[in-house]
């Protein structure tokens, strides 16, 4: 009775350690195609998101200063002429 004790253990075991090996190899792989992913997408002309959020807000603050400056166009416009 002893030996089925054992044999299940080691069953047990064996299958614990499978599970570990595949939860390596499965964060081994998904690392491999997320630098291989980085790797295409460097060899092209696309911007990074953080370089993407730096112009985003360059045009908006670019966007805000010509709304001001049509006012104060307006402004001078409207002013008498001496």
Not at 17 to 25: E, G, I, K, V
Not at 35 to 42: D, R, Y
């Amino acid at each position: 009775m002893q030996f089925k004790g054992k044999f299940f253990e080691d069953i047990g075991a064996l299958a614990s350690s499978a599970a570990n090996t595949a939860s390596h190899l499965k964060k081994e792989v998904d690392h491999k195609i997320q630098a291989k992913f980085e790797e295409i997408l460097k060899s092209t002309d696309m911007i990074s998101r953080e370089e993407f959020e730096v112009v985003k807000a360059m045009a908006q603050k670019a966007r805000e200063e010509n709304v001001f400056l049509k006012a104060e166009l307006e402004t001078l416009k409207k002013r008498p002429k001496k």
